[in-house]
T-cell receptor, first 113, second 116 residues
Framework: GDSVTQMEGPVTLSEEAFLTINCTYT??????LFWYVQYPGEGLQLLLK?????DKGSNKGFEATYRKETTSFHLEKGSVQVSDSAVYFC????????????FGQGTTLQVKP | KAGVTQTPRYLIKTRGQQVTLSCSPI?????VSWYQQTPGQGLQFLFE???????NKGNFPGRFSGRQFSNSRSEMNVSTLELGDSALYLC???????????????FGPGTRLTVL
């Protein structure tokens, strides 16, 4: 069945450092891919998404490219801020599996001043 | 536009009791999905409702049930609570309908359930 694997955290970076959080998926066909972020005590917020191969999603300085050949959707940001400290989730969805997102385990990011 | 709202935000129950959680989707959204989030299992899909019908279901026991009303508001119910049901329960809404592909889900803040 479909699955999503994220790099284990926590990831600790200094402010202005470059961020990469790896995400790979197992699925047939062309699922949609998402990155969500969860701040302490809150629900999930959509960060970005991509619905087909080679699509690049971007938002608030974060980017991720849907790579079908490597089944990956890695999250990147050129310069992180303390306010980016949160848990990041990679997720997969299919139109044939309505309403269901399959999530990775989440990666905790801590950014130090 | 108001976001997804969930009530109550926090709940404490004892084993054997039952609980009902409520979710109001974004106006115009017809699909509501529910997820359970725990430190050990992460985020797991419970079920999805669309037009008052359960359209998809995850791998949870029958103690977990839900429903959706004509205004798209949804409730989930857990009967005979167990300690392992302690979790953050998240609901998400989307426009999703047949043929639209995978629409974006927008999440509420969650209900934190503690079972003692």
């Amino acid at each position: 069945g479909d699955s999503v694997t994220q790099m284990e955290g926590p990831v600790t970076l200094s402010e202005e450092a470059f961020l990469t959080i790896n995400c790979t998926y197992t699925a047939t066909g062309y699922p949609s891919l998402f990155w969500y972020v969860q701040y302490p005590g809150e629900g999930l917020q959509l960060l970005l998404k991509a619905t087909k191969a080679d699509d690049k999603g971007s938002n608030k300085g974060f980017e991720a490219t849907y790579r079908k050949e490597t089944t990956s959707f890695h999250l990147e940001k050129g310069s992180v801020q303390v306010s980016d400290s949160a848990v990041y989730f990679c997720a997969l969805g299919r139109s044939s599996n309505t309403g269901k997102l399959i999530f990775g385990q989440g990666t905790t990011l801590q950014v130090k001043p | 536009k108001a976001g997804v709202t969930q009530t109550p935000r926090y709940l404490i129950k004892t084993r054997g009791q039952q609980v009902t959680l409520s979710c109001s989707p974004i106006s115009g959204h017809r699909s509501v999905s529910w997820y359970q989030q725990t430190p050990g299992q992460g985020l797991q899909f419970l079920f999805e409702y669309f037009s008052e019908t359960q359209r998809n279901k995850g791998n949870f026991p029958g103690r977990f049930s839900g429903r959706q009303f004509s205004n798209s508001r949804s409730e989930m119910n857990v009967s005979t609570l167990e300690l392992g049901d302690s979790a953050l329960y998240l609901c998400a809404s989307s426009l999703a309908s047949v043929g639209r592909g995978t629409d974006t889900q927008y999440f509420g803040p969650g209900t934190r359930l503690t079972v003692l």
